[in-house]
């Protein structure tokens, strides 16, 4: 057991290691960017797993509207 948490401070340490060295080579607006991204996928990733046809791909598109075009005369 003391192995592991020996294991696990050590890759806390390298991840803290590299996310310092990310931080010095890159700009903090990209940074911010990418923080944005990230938040917005996690958000798209948990509306797809409550309601999975919220974003449907080109395939499924004229399948899911099947609504009839109130503009065209019958």
Do not use: C, G, W
């Amino acid at each position: 057991m003391e192995e592991t948490e020996k294991e696990i401070e050590s890759m806390k340490a390298a991840s803290e290691e590299v996310s310092r060295q990310f931080k010095t080579l890159i700009d903090a607006n990209d940074l911010d960017s990418l923080k944005h991204l990230q938040l917005l996928m996690s958000m798209k990733a948990k509306i797809m797993a409550t309601y999975p046809d919220a974003f449907p791909d080109e395939s499924t598109k004229e399948v899911f509207d099947q609504r009839p075009d109130l503009e065209v005369p019958q």
